[in-house]
């Protein structure tokens, strides 16, 4: 059973860069591919980005510019960096493993971690 | 860049009776298609993939099927714990890209 837990600030002031780590357990940090995927209060979800064979990444090409997505198989744990933040990027952050299927989809998902973007 | 449109915004039924979601791509996305569930406060679920296949462990009243640019989310009799709000998802080849749709909310009527 693969678990995974996000950690980091729920408040960030604007124009500073979002750091968020997510510790997983269960998984293999080499072989299984991993994401970030965020939605607004309210609103639908949309992906940030995932990192695959542990240093490929593919972004979302709206938040391309400002995303970095990186993995630490050593510490079982991947981050996300989004810099220049705004009030429009408040939302819930969750990661998720990208399940090993033809398609690129979400099979396990952290609990979800609110950041408010506010001065 | 690939748009799912979901339909209806929000369903209103019963327990016990049928429920048919819609999701249809602006274009063909193949057999790309995953269906989740939320929950309020909760993070999604994954209940089908590749438009028919279920994820482990989604009971077997939930069905998928669909291919190209039209997909059907089928719960053959609703559940209390079934009502909550259903995103569509796909990912294209080339460009490599996943998108989802914006939700359905399924409502106790």
């Known amino acids: 059973q693969v678990q995974l837990q996000e950690s980091g600030p729920g408040l960030v002031k604007p124009s500073e860069t979002l750091s968020l780590t997510c510790s997983v357990s269960g998984g293999s940090m080499s072989s299984d591919n991993w994401s970030w995927i965020r939605q607004a209060p309210g609103k639908g979800l949309q992906l940030i980005g995932y990192?695959?064979?542990?240093?490929?990444?593919n972004y979302n090409p709206s938040l391309k510019s400002r995303v970095t997505i990186s993995v630490d198989t050593a510490k079982k744990q991947f981050s996300l960096k989004l810099s220049s933040m705004t009030a429009a990027d408040t939302a819930v952050y969750y990661c998720?493993?990208?399940?090993?299927?033809?398609?690129?989809?979400?099979?396990?998902w952290g609990q979800g971690i609110l950041v408010t973007v506010s001065s | 860049e690939i748009v799912l449109t979901q339909s209806p915004a929000t369903l209103s039924l019963s327990p016990g009776e049928r429920a048919t979601l819609s999701c249809r791509a602006s274009?063909?996305?193949?057999?790309?298609l995953a269906w989740y569930q939320q929950k309020p406060g909760q993070a999604p679920r994954l209940l089908i993939y590749d438009a028919s296949n279920r994820a482990t462990g989604v009971p077997a009243r939930f069905s998928g099927s669909g291919s190209g640019t039209d997909f059907t989310l089928t719960i053959s009799r609703l559940e209390p714990e079934d009502f909550a709000v259903y995103y569509c998802?796909?990912?294209?080849?080339?460009?490599?890209?996943?998108?989802f749709g914006q939700g359905t909310r399924l409502d106790i009527k």
């Open positions: 274009q063909s996305v193949s057999s790309y």
């Open positions: 998720a493993r990208v399940m090993g299927a033809t398609g690129v989809y979400f099979d396990y």
């Open positions: 990192v695959y064979y542990s240093v490929s990444t």
């Open positions: 998802q796909q990912r294209s080849n080339w460009p490599p890209r996943v998108t």
